[in-house]
């Protein structure tokens, strides 16, 4: 069974920043996709980035500037680093894979990310 493993949320000031990081349990190179979602309350779960098999990556409007995915291949682990956060920002962050031969949606648990003064 495909896991996503996330770690790294928590509470910050506006304008802090967090790391995200997320874990799969088998290579990062079987998913065609692996980004970020989040989700808050009352509100639709939404895209925030995403980084392709062979590398680019994408962004949502609302964090571009401000967020980075990226990951490290060894550790078979991808990160979002967090910068210049928001109270906007604050929601559950999902991590999302895509698989690469079956096109198989896969969800982390979820983190949450709270951004207050």
């Known amino acids: 069974q495909v896991q996503l493993v996330e770690s790294g949320g928590g509470w910050v000031q506006p304008g802090g920043s967090l790391r995200l990081s997320c874990a799969p349990n088998r290579s990062i190179f079987t998913f065609n996709t692996l980004g970020w979602y989040r989700q808050a309350p009352g509100k639709q779960r939404e895209s925030v980035a995403a980084i392709f098999r062979y590398g680019s990556s994408q962004y949502a409007d609302s964090v571009k500037g401000r967020f980075t995915i990226s990951r490290d291949n060894a550790k078979s682990t991808v990160y979002l680093q967090m910068n210049s956060l928001k109270p906007e920002d604050t929601a559950v962050y999902y991590c999302?894979?895509?698989?690469?031969?079956?096109?198989?949606?896969?969800w982390g648990q979820g983190t949450q990310v709270t951004v207050s003064s």
């Open positions: 999302n894979g895509v698989d690469a031969r079956s096109s198989t949606t896969y």
